[in-house]
């Protein structure tokens, strides 16, 4: 399967009703077993890749590493590859757009793109990110990739506005996303059904949802219709606990 087609596959992946579900992954060794429990795709988590690598999350990984562990995983697993790109290692979105070719090279056909200030506070004015997915979106398009840019909003993360306020910034935000060429829009730190719900009804865009503690059950997420459901730091938490305790 060519790299275009695994993105045109990955992304019809995003139904309502049927969600896309990623076990997110670290390594080549786990995109493996992952991949051998029989998931449709594979994700990164920039967290657990960080943490394997005995770094702390939020881009002090250098990317020359995140390039390597992604070109592993490639290099293993046949199924599409999606890798979280945090806010894309850059500033400079000329940067930017080489940071996301460069993973393209290595066969990725997604990426995670979050809307926080990486190393700063507070996230990135909704013209500004929407003008980097821009950059994401013709960095792609001229390698001829249908790269899925999976836009993330951080407004439901850590001590933000109560997110039956922060739901009409969101909304506002998915609008922008969409237009500047993005895929699909991820809401995690969003618990409540009834917001998730309006964030699908209202997005234009396939939503992700992370599994949390407090979150819908799965079926209910796809009822309401959910198109992706990601794992995120979780399953490396509990694999290094078994660790822990064997050893």
């Known amino acids: 399967m060519t790299q275009v087609e695994k993105a045109k596959l990955f992304a019809s992946l995003h139904e309502k009703g049927t969600p896309l579900i990623l076990y997110n992954v670290w390594d080549a060794g786990s995109a493996k077993a992952v991949q051998d429990a029989g998931a449709k795709a ?25 390039e390597q562990v992604a070109a592993r995983i490639a290099a293993v697993v046949d199924v599409p590859l999606t890798v979280d790109f945090e806010g894309g290692y850059s500033e400079d979105a000329d940067e930017l757009a080489r940071n996301v070719s460069r993973l393209l090279a290595l066969g990725v056909v997604g990426i995670n793109f979050e809307d926080r200030v990486v190393k700063g506070p507070g996230l990135n004015a909704i013209d500004r990110q929407a003008r980097r997915i821009a950059a994401i979106r013709e960095a792609a398009d001229n390698l001829g990739v249908p790269l899925f840019i999976n836009a993330r909003t951080d407004l439901f ?42 964030a699908v009804e209202g997005a234009g865009l396939p939503v992700n949802v992370m599994v949390t503690e407090g979150i819908p059950a799965k079926l209910r997420l796809a009822e309401i219709g959910v198109a992706r459901l990601s794992h995120g730091a979780n399953p490396y938490v509990k694999a290094t606990a078994t660790l822990k305790e064997a050893a």
């Open 157 to 198: 993360l850590g001590r933000g506005p109560d997110p039956a306020v922060a739901i009409a910034e969101a909304l506002d935000r998915a609008k922008a996303y969409g237009e500047a060429g993005a895929s699909g829009f991820f809401v995690p730190g969003l618990r409540d059904e009834g917001l998730i719900r309006r």
């Open 42 to 66: 594979v994700a990164t988590s920039s967290w657990a890749v960080a943490e394997a690598q005995g770094y702390r999350d939020g881009e002090d990984l250098p990317f020359s590493n995140v």
